[in-house]
């Protein structure tokens, strides 16, 4: 792979930044964005990525990092199996060269390529030391071979330390809170997701070009995306926007 990724004073250096940003974070769901974006910028071939936690009643995805990778966590969800949930389960890394050659996981190869994913990568939390948070790390790339040597280093280092560093942000969060915050985060994915929608309506482009057209434009004006994209909604639509239904992937 031409990206090679940062060199090992770089990757330090960004581990240090997540640490500072984990330690920092005053609530659950923000401390998981703060991962996958960090991984999205890090890992070589700037992959998508979602992160899925193990709850009382099942897995549930408290994080992704593009419309494209919170389908693909959904489509595992819905066929109940995939790379991520079998990390997840078995503790173990799992590696996807080429979903044109997979045969496991039923017909998820098939609709994850329909996506356009052709490989992915997906690393447990919990991968080294035993402790920490029990969840997986998934990253998806749009061509074969998306990940080599040193892009699966890079991640397994910032996995571990990302899980050790969550397990301390989850201690200091209630259950009852923790509930509340994922709600109200996924409450506002929901919006997200109209405002994505109506861009790619506007401007004719696909949903991953929606989505960095509404980050950029949070970003050059300070401003949190889910802002923008009420805001957006509310114009277009002539009333304010729906948060949408709370669908909780734990009751699966």
Known sequence: MADRGPDQDELLARIRELTE???????APTAFQHVIDMVARTVPGHPGACLTLAGERGPVTVAASTPLTRSLARLQHERGGGPCLTSLRSGCRVMVPDLADERRWDDFPRRAMALGVRSMACFPLTARRGEGVPGALNLCFREPHGIDERGTEISEMIVEHAGLLLGSVLRQVDQDRLNCQLREALAGRAIIDQAIGIVM???RVAADTAFALLR???????RKLREIAADLVRVTGGGPPRPGTFHDDTKR
């Open 216 to 222: 950029q434009t949070s970003q050059r004006r300070n």
């Open 21 to 27: 940003l984990l330690l920092a974070a005053d609530d």
């Open 201 to 203: 309506a506007q401007r």
